[in-house]
């Protein structure tokens, strides 16, 4: 058996009033597709955010590809993190002080690569979302599909084995959203990453291979699609 | 809408809001305390022969204008101040007033919104700069008799007070409905954008041809030319370095080092205002210590004790402290906006490994490599350019005075530098919110 990319068992997170996940147990398998959805304020982002070691999760555990989280040292984790996990946000995530070309080689130049083959890499993502030709430009001189582009290449610029996206077309248009969702889907392929993706729209989990339906911090029901 | 709409929408919301209006009253009050001082002394009269016990730096006519005119400094470097105020949080608010403009409201009515907002702040600071200003010229009157640069208060301040409230109200006013101007219709422009270095470069070259010109004929205009000469210099090229370290910095490959660089590089023209300003400072404290220098090498030690030249010093000093301090405010307060603006952005970047120490490091560099060389070079631009006086005055003190002025420069960096790095921890509040996951929630 291979190793997953991801799995969780019975994790759970309360904030200080409410509890957000009451014992979520997921397992994600290498190049899989899974929608999370659910209605608003059910604990997607939060299942979200305990998966890619953002939150600490209060008890259960998380492994990202094989490596127990709460095991690992801080310094580990985040390395872990940076190689193995992309992120990609509604919107707003890219550093509006920098071109899209250092954007998507920050993750690279944390990691202690060389600038110029950080760059290199970079450009070559963003040339297959399609955003090269505006690669010296800020965000803010970009519309928000392009920015979208940049941050899938962001997220995927380290060929991480599993993408996290938290509604990452829900500040766009239906038919940039179709775009950043064909996107995102080709290029976790490409790379082979994994793809977990949140979303309230129903459209989306079509593409998926694997539906989870949240309710209440609990898994209510999974659909296999594929 | 009337007046009290636009006031209930001018209220200061979030804590954020509540410190700048915090920082722009205090900023207000001590401009109008410090106008109060300037008013006071100008109408002052009195001579050595009323017998009465003052400063010489009031008794003399010369010397009190002088007084004076550093009053009037004083004052508009707390505007400076409080102007920046003004600016902070603007990102914020102009999301928060694009609503309005979109729930109707005309561009008009949102400058308006503006005005209040800076005129309430510039009322209440009116109003504290009276018992400000009554505090400080009491505690005045009761230093040593040469120290007492200010005159005793009397009942025409009083007079005086609601006249500098009503001044400073619409002043504030003006500055923030000025502030509202690019709201909504403007597009957004990359403020890293070339275009304003020409304007720049000739503000830079015509204060240094300045300076070299003046310091080729040596009378008392000399120095007036001089000042306006570093004045001018300082603000065109300030900028222009600053765009340049931080252009320098985001192309190290080191990625805390290009985020620092990315952020001077997009924020060059106000942190570059500021600099200037600790330059200047830096000048003037230079010039102190080469003066200082010389009239103790002159003197033959006098002056340790002669209460004149100590209280100049002094004075002057804890002037140019003050608006160093002024200037240090302003950074730190812009640098703290940017987190907040930014910290969705930055929290994103915790996924990548920049938490909160890394974060805080790569703000630490920001203002120590800023903050540090303006001292220095002030430092070396003032003690330089007075000791060269001194040396064309071929005064035997002046190689002496170019190694104190040396000396001061580099441990005068180093304590800037220390400064900054301790005001820098003083941001790891805002740092840690800006990497809070929380802001990674969409809405
Ligand atoms: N910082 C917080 N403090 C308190 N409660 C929170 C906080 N963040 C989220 N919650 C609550 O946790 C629950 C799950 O939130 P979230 O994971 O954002 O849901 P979703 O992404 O599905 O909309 C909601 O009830 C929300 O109100
Ligand atoms: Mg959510």
Redesign the interface.
């Known amino acids: 058996m291979t190793e997953l990319a991801l799995e969780l068992i019975r994790v759970e997170y309360a904030y200080r009033r409410d509890v957000a996940l009451r014992g979520v147990s997921l397992q994600v398998r290498p190049g899989e597709v899974v929608a999370v959805t659910g209605p608003s304020g059910c604990g997607k982002?939060t299942l979200l955010?305990c998966a890619?070691g953002?939150?600490r999760a209060q008890a259960g555990t998380v492994h990202l590809v094989g490596q127990n989280l709460a095991e690992l040292p801080e310094a580990d984790r985040?390395?872990l993190?940076?190689t193995q996990?992309g992120?990609v946000?509604?919107?707003?995530?890219?550093?509006?002080?920098?071109s899209l070309t250092?954007n998507v080689a920050?993750?690279l130049?944390?990691e202690g690569h060389?600038?110029e083959a950080?760059r290199r890499a970079a450009l070559g993502w963003l040339e297959r979302v399609g955003v090269a030709d505006d690669a010296a430009a800020?965000p803010?001189?970009l519309s928000g599909g392009q920015n979208q582009r940049a941050a899938v290449a962001r997220a995927l610029v380290t060929g991480p084995a599993i993408v996290f996206a938290?509604?990452p077309t829900?500040?766009l248009d239906t038919h940039a959203g179709e775009q950043i969702m064909e996107l995102l889907l080709s290029s976790a392929r490409v790379g082979g990453s994994a793809l977990v993706i949140v979303t309230h729209d129903n459209l989306v989990a079509a593409y998926a291979d694997r539906e989870v339906r949240l309710r209440d911090g609990v898994i209510q029901h999974e659909v296999s699609l594929s | 809408m009337n007046l009290r709409t636009l006031i209930e929408l001018a209220r200061p919301r979030s804590s954020t809001d509540r410190r700048r209006m915090a920082l722009l009253v205090s900023a207000v009050a001590l401009a109008g305390a410090f106008l109060l001082a300037g008013q006071r002394v100008a109408r002052h009269s009195a001579t050595y022969l009323d017998g009465w016990e003052q400063s010489s730096y009031l008794a003399e006519p010369g010397l009190r204008q002088g007084v004076v005119v550093a009053a009037v400094l004083m004052a508009g470097t707390a505007c400076a101040l409080a102007f920046q105020a003004l600016r902070l949080g603007t990102a914020a608010r102009d999301r928060r007033l694009t609503t309005l403009r979109l729930a109707g409201a005309t561009p008009n009515q949102v400058r308006l919104v503006g005005a209040v907002d800076a005129g309430l702040g510039g009322l209440a600071g009116g109003i504290l700069a009276g018992p400000l200003y009554f505090v400080l010229a009491a505690a005045v009157q009761a230093l040593p008799g040469e120290a007492r640069v200010l005159p005793a208060p009397n009942y025409l301040d009083l007079l005086a007070w609601p006249v500098a409230i009503v001044l400073l109200t619409v002043l504030a006013a003006i500055a923030g409905r000025s502030l509202r101007r690019g709201l909504v219709t403007e597009p957004t422009v990359d403020p890293a954008a070339t275009g304003w270095r020409t304007k720049y470069l000739v503000i830079g070259l015509v204060g240094l041809a300045l300076i070299v010109l003046s310091s080729m004929v040596f009378n008392l205009v000399t120095i007036f030319a001089q000042t306006a000469g570093v004045v001018l210099a300082a603000s065109g090229f300030a900028p222009l370095a600053v765009a340049r370290h931080g252009r320098r910095l985001g192309r190290s490959g080191d990625p805390l080092k290009m985020l620092a660089g990315a952020r001077l590089l997009h924020t060059a023209r106000p942190v570059g205002r500021m600099l200037a300003l600790l330059v200047f400072c830096g000048g003037v404290a230079g010039v102190v210590m080469a003066m200082a220098v010389d009239l103790q090498a002159t003197s033959g030690g006098v002056i340790q004790d002669d209460p004149f030249y100590l209280t100049g010093f002094a004075f002057v000093g804890l002037l140019a402290l003050f608006a160093a301090l002024a200037a240090g405010v302003a950074l730190l307060a812009g640098t703290a906006d940017d987190l907040l603006d930014q910290r969705r952005q930055l929290a994103a970047l915790s996924v990548f490994g920049v938490g909160e120490s890394q974060l805080l490091r790569s703000v630490r560099r920001r203002l120590t490599s800023t903050v540090a060389p303006a001292i220095t070079i002030g430092l070396l631009i003032g003690g330089g350019l007075y000791s060269s006086i001194l040396l064309r005055a071929e005064y035997s003190s002046s190689g002496r005075a170019f190694v104190v002025v040396l000396v001061g420069a580099v441990t005068g960096g180093l304590v800037a530098w220390l400064v900054a790095a301790a005001a820098a921890f003083l941001l790891r509040g805002q740092v840690r919110e800006a990497v809070d996951p929380q802001n990674l929630r969409s809405a």
């Open positions: 982002s955010h890619a953002i939150l985040t390395r993190r940076r996990a992120v946000l509604q919107f707003g995530q890219l550093v509006p002080d920098l250092d920050l993750p130049l944390l060389e600038r950080a800020t803010s001189e938290d509604e829900g500040s």
